[in-house]
């Protein structure tokens, strides 16, 4: 992850766990700025994504349609083992469409984390390692607290 600006308000971030992309997202659809930022880090990574696990974690927050439209572009045919963690039924929909192009996608909801974790093929210690970077990421989405 990018040295992030704490005084910029951020919607969606993201950090390396070992072979795991952990992404926070708020709310809030993700600006300009964060996706471009997601988007450098996922470019960097073009060679092993089919290796890298992704968990997202948001409460509501999604890619925009063009942004997500950019994402399929950015994978191609590289079918990365993606969790996504979220209540909300807008996220569900979104995710419908990235599920169409990433035939490892699936959607959890936050009572089934420990699912999106088996997912992913974490183990206990991994687990550990990603709920304190999900931890860290949310401190920056909510600079004010949740």
Sequence with gaps: MALVDKTI????????????????QNRQEATPADWEELRKVLASYREELERTRFLVYTDGGTLTAVQRKDLAQLLGD??????????SVKVRFAGATISLF???YRQ???????EAYQHLGLGPAEQRQVTHVLTELEELVYPDGK
């Design 102 to 104: 990433q035939k490892n």
């Design 78 to 87: 590289a079918h990365a083992k993606v969790a996504v963690v979220s209540d």
């Design 9 to 24: 308000k951020r919607n969606m971030v993201s950090k390396r766990a070992g072979t795991m992309l952990a992404i926070r």
């Design 108 to 114: 959890f909801t936050t009572n089934e984390l420990h």
